[in-house]
């Protein structure tokens, strides 16, 4: 009965890779490509720094201070401005003591920032104007971005495939076979959007959007011939 068995098993795993696929020749070849859009959005993030000898009086001085921005903001970009806290935080300050002493709590810190959205670029420098002249005394920066990134990001891809496709002619034309079925695809996107660095209060500086690039790679493993 064993040498039965023994064939049966045989017969059979050669039935099952005979059930397996021949997978055809193929090359592979990567497409670049890259779109830049001018920004129709803005990020500006303005803060406020203030301190007190309690952590109420150093809130409630950000407070109010805020409030008064806040307000201001709302009377130039209308009652839907966007805008939005993105970071508050308190942190006691110590003093600098001589070497061998502790250091002590002297005061608090409190710190207020906030982001105003514009899709209206053209109010970039006047939105910072009117923070600074109502009390914020940081500019954390300005940010460039799309509102749909889409399209440009469709447009760079399709881009990325011809390229890609036309490595592949290439390569088989070398090589003196020719191109079929694309077998696989895979892409990638990477976004680069403008950004500039803190402002000074006062500042006047007129500001650059500069370009949204979209860069885009297709891979396409394409099967080939004689």
Do not use: C
């Not at 779109?35 to 407070?63: C, E, K, Y």
């Not at 005061?107 to 105003?116: K, Q």
């Not at 002619?169 to 990638?188: F, K, P, Y």
């Amino acid at each position: 009965m064993k040498p039965t068995h023994l064939i049966f098993a045989v017969a059979f795993t050669a039935v099952s890779w005979a059930q397996l696929p021949v997978r055809p020749a193929s090359i592979t070849a990567v497409g670049t490509a890259a779109v830049s859009v001018a920004p129709d959005l803005a990020r500006v993030d303005v803060g406020v720094f203030t301190q007190g000898v309690t952590a109420q009086d150093a809130s409630a001085a950000n407070a109010t201070q805020a409030t008064t921005i806040i307000t201001a903001l709302q009377d130039l970009l209308g009652a839907g401005a966007n805008i939005k806290t993105i970071n508050y935080s308190l942190s006691p300050v110590y003093n600098n003591p001589p070497p061998g002493q502790n250091a002590s709590i002297i005061g608090y810190s409190v710190s207020n920032t906030v982001e105003i959205t514009l899709t209206d670029l053209s109010k970039i420098g006047r939105t910072i104007d009117t923070a600074i002249q109502s009390g914020a005394n940081r500019v954390q920066g300005i940010s460039f971005d799309l509102q749909d990134r889409n399209p440009p990001t469709a447009q760079a891809l399709k881009t990325a495939a011809i390229n890609a496709r036309a490595q592949a002619d290439a390569i088989a034309a070398g090589l003196n076979v020719h191109t079929g079925a694309v077998l696989h695809a895979s892409e990638g996107v990477n976004t680069s959007t403008p950004v500039v660095g803190g402002m000074a209060a006062g500042s006047t500086t007129p500001v650059q959007t500069g370009l949204v690039v979209i860069q885009a790679s297709v891979t396409l493993e394409v099967a080939i011939t004689p």
